[in-house]
């Protein structure tokens, strides 16, 4: 299996017989302003299978590129709770899995588990299984009490691919809470021990930064490194289009 980062949140799976990517994003949300890293055009990354959808957002659901870059008839797979945000997205092919329900195609089996959404949105975490190895692919969750489960159900994972930029937003007809939507690097962490597993990939971080309306955490990087020399976790900071290869 090989993981290779795609801008913001978006990763591309390979596998001996399947590609997939989760969460592909080109056309960066107008109301967060500039992107703070290069968007990259799909098909830079290579043709794909499908592609799996955690949740509606902007900036994890963008429809319009997955109909340019892989046409509208590509499979994509999102959670069912989902599917009334998708009505009009043009996409043809959209199938809705229901949490804890797996679909396979080709080498892989890509099952939808628990995810807690930042704003209370439907929102599933996926995971991936080639027979051989595991990956988890969390969008922007928050840290919720699911992660024993999660590993209960299935196993060790692999590679966990986790959001950490614990951003805090100040959005339009919503109350500030000051508290963040999206995991803390330190809780990034917590959750890869919890899974065993033998890397964490960090998502969801760099791109968005506009407050304050999106803020992201101080020193995001150097307490991520810190949370993973003291839990012994091993951290695999991605650039887009670095890959990485999961023996």
Not at 11 to 38: A, C, M, R, W
Not at 108 to 134: C, E, L, N, R, S
Not at 227 to 239: G, Q, R, S, T
Request: proline share 8%; hydrophobic share 45%; glycine share 6%.
């Amino acid at each position: 299996m090989i993981i290779q980062k795609l801008p913001w949140a978006g990763i591309h799976v390979q596998t001996k017989e399947t590609n997939v990517v989760i969460d592909p994003l080109y056309n960066f949300p107008e109301k967060f302003g500039e992107s703070h890293e290069p968007m990259i055009p799909f098909h830079e990354f290579g043709s794909v299978d499908a592609v799996f959808i955690t949740h509606h957002h902007g900036d994890h659901f963008d429809p319009a590129a997955i109909i340019q870059f892989y046409g509208a008839d590509i499979p994509v797979f999102m959670y069912t709770d989902s599917l009334p945000f998708a009505s009009e997205s043009g996409l043809t092919r959209i199938q809705g899995v229901a949490l804890n329900e797996s679909v396979t195609l080709g080498g892989i089996t890509a099952t939808a588990t628990y995810a807690v959404d930042g704003v209370g949105d439907p929102q599933v975490a996926w995971i991936i299984d080639d027979g051989k190895k595991k990956l988890i692919h969390s969008g922007d969750t928050l840290w919720h009490g699911y992660w024993w489960k999660i590993r209960k159900t299935y196993g060790p994972i692999d590679i966990a691919c986790l959001p950490v930029n614990a951003a805090v937003v100040q959005f339009p007809g919503m109350t500030p809470s000051g508290q963040p939507i999206t995991l803390l690097p330190e809780q990034a962490i917590a959750a890869t021990v919890i899974f065993e597993a033998e890397a964490l990939i960090p998502i969801h971080y760099k791109a968005v930064h506009r407050p304050p309306l999106y803020t992201e955490t101080p020193n995001l990087m150097e307490r991520l490194q810190a949370a993973a020399a003291e839990k012994e976790v091993k951290l695999a900071v991605l650039m887009s289009k670095e890959t990485y290869h999961v023996k």
